[in-house]
């Protein structure tokens, strides 16, 4: 048998099996206790058995994680600062897609991205994860090397972490 023609036949078989011989329209018009209505006569609503009526649960408690970004700039450097503190009790644990916990970028006075630390870089694609303790503060530091023409320019760290993700801005000059 031709192959061609048997892919074709096989897939339109599936569909019309998929399908069934009635519609979903023509079922919900068929009575099921065996009685006949007549044309035009309405469909009888169906009701739903009642359930009792859960409580939404309450929401997640925000950790209090509080965040501080410093930029220090020099002619042919530029060094970022993020520090992240547990400003609570309680521990609590970061959730990370990826290997990159972390990012900084450099917006000119226009917004255009002029610098991305994590933009030619390979990170893990594997989930990651980092417990943050009462009252611990966890820091990323980084430095880049690009000089940048003189003029204004707004720095930009963000904790890539999923449940809860971070960003900071703090504008710079350069002379």
């Given amino acids: 048998m031709n192959t061609r023609l048997l892919i074709p036949l096989l897939l339109a078989g599936a569909v019309a099996l998929a ?85 900084f970028a450099v917006l000119d006075s226009t917004g255009r991205e002029v610098y991305r630390w994590g933009k030619e870089r390979m990170f893990t694609q594997s989930l990651q994860n980092r417990l943050l303790g009462g009252g611990e503060t966890m820091r990323y530091e980084e430095r880049a090397d690009k000089a940048l023409p003189n003029g204004s320019y707004v720095a930009v760290a963000t904790l890539r972490s999923s449940n809860f993700p971070v960003q900071e801005r703090v504008p710079f000059q350069l002379r």
């Fill in 19 to 103: 399908c069934g011989s009635r519609s979903h329209s023509d079922a919900a018009a068929t009575p099921t206790d065996g009685s006949v209505r007549q044309a035009g006569t309405p469909t009888p609503l169906a009701v739903a058995p009642s359930r009792p009526v859960e409580k939404p649960a309450s929401a997640p408690k925000v950790a209090p994680l509080k965040s501080a970004f410093v930029v220090r700039a020099e002619a042919r450097a530029i060094h970022f600062s993020l520090d992240l503190t547990n400003a609570g009790k309680k521990n609590f644990e970061l959730e990370f897609p990826s290997g990159q916990e972390y990012d």
